[in-house]
């Protein structure tokens, strides 16, 4: 069997590294999201909460938007 050779295209924006961070009160979860608290944090597996909130972090990359040449198109 063949191997596949793995191939990406790779852009010329220059990447950067985000951080997010979210955070919400528990209350406000259970009355919105379909499921309550515990349906979200099953489809979010990076949160924490204890009595009273709830916190999401994320990272990822992103072009730079703030460089002159890479303005938003």
């Known amino acids: 069997m063949a191997k596949k050779k793995f191939e990406m295209e790779w852009s010329d924006e220059e990447l950067r590294c985000v951080f997010n961070a979210v955070v919400v009160s528990n209350s406000s979860i259970a009355q919105r999201y379909p499921g309550g608290l515990s349906a979200f944090v099953e ?11 709830l916190t999401y972090s994320s990272m990822g990359g992103e072009p730079n938007r703030n460089r002159p040449d890479q303005a938003l198109r």
């Not at 489809?43 to 204890?50: E, G, I, K, L, M």
């Open 43 to 53: 489809v979010c597996p990076y949160t924490y909460c204890n009595e009273k909130i």
